[in-house]
Structure formats: C-alpha cells, structure tokens
C-alpha cells in the first residue's frame, strides 16, 4: 500500500508537524531565526477550555498550537504570521465567525477556518463564508483530531504549490 504525506492515517496527523518542525530551526549566522515559520493551529477563544483541550490534544504531536482571545487578536496574528488553522468559537468578545469568515477572505494564505459551535445545522454556513468545518462544543478528541488534520492538510495542499512547499517565511 502507497501513502502519501496528505493521508489521514494516525501517523500522518503528526508526521507531517514534525517534517514541519524541522524548517523552524532554520537560522542564520548569528543564531537568530531568519524567518517566521506557520503556527499549525491558531485557537480563537474567549474560555479556557477550548484553548486548553486542543493544546493538550497536540502537546505530544509537533504541532504549534497558539491562543488568542478575540477577533482583533485573530485578525492581527494572521497578518503578521501564518497559521493554517484556526479553531474559533461560535461567538466572541468582539465578534463572531463570521467577522473571522469576512476578514480572513481578504488575507493572503488565511487558515482554514474550523467553528466551534453547538449548532451542527451551521456547517452549512461556515463552508458558504469560506470555512472549513463545525465542531460541537464538547470537544472529541477523534472528531477534533480529523477535523484540524483535514484542514491542515487541505491549506497545506491550497499554498505548497504557491509557495514552494515553504513552512517558514521572511520576517
């Protein structure tokens, strides 16, 4: 049987992170890093419990996994860096989604967009905005796990040809 890095298989959810976490160590002569490498998971959330479960779900995996707390934050940490996806809850301190959805059209090498929400029914309006998928609030990890690594692999697939296969940017 052939594989490929984009298979979902168990090893694959966290072999391709860590081929990933290799290109972060690149450096130049000095010892500092001479660019920015792409956050795997971006989590948008205004409770500690979303945030903590998913970082705990990728602490062993190889998988950068950062925290912001509102739209703005969200907003500005893909401007500045990449990140592939972004994990975000239904509604937050300065707006929902959907803001998330509009503004994240706009930027170049936006993350997939996975929502948190207790809706199942809003599936339907996160994929018409441009999002990836809905996730129920009480967490799976198996459902969380497909569900990243689908839109991992999926924003990986939209900008390797893009950008050469390129984990890390200039600064």
């Known amino acids: 049987m052939t594989t490929n890095r984009f298979s979902l298989s168990p ?21 500092w890093p001479r660019a920015r490498c792409v956050t795997d998971v ?13 970082i705990s779900l990728f602490s062993r995996s190889g998988w950068t996994v950062d925290t912001v707390s ?11 860096r990449r990140a592939a996806v972004a994990v975000c809850d239904e509604s937050l ?5 959907q803001d998330l ?7 170049p090498h ?5 929502v948190i929400s207790d809706d199942r029914v809003l599936s339907r309006d996160v994929v018409a905005l441009g999002g990836f998928d809905v996730l129920a609030r009480r967490l799976d990890p198996e459902e969380v796990l497909w569900s990243v690594a689908s839109a ?14 390129a ?5």
């Open 110 to 114: 936006a993350p997939a967009l996975i």
């Open 93 to 97: 301190i300065d707006g929902s989604w």
């Open 152 to 165: 991992w692999h999926e924003w990986w697939k939209r900008h390797e040809t893009a950008d050469g296969g």
């Open 70 to 80: 509102d739209c703005s934050g969200a907003i500005s940490f893909v401007n500045d």
């Open 167 to 171: 984990r890390c940017f200039d600064a």
């Open 42 to 54: 971006l989590v948008i959330s205004n409770s500690d419990g979303a945030g903590a479960s998913i």
């Open 11 to 31: 090893a694959s959810i966290y072999a391709a992170p860590t081929l990933a976490a290799e290109s972060r160590r690149v450096r130049d002569d000095s010892g």
């Open 101 to 107: 959805a509009v503004a994240f059209s706009t930027i």
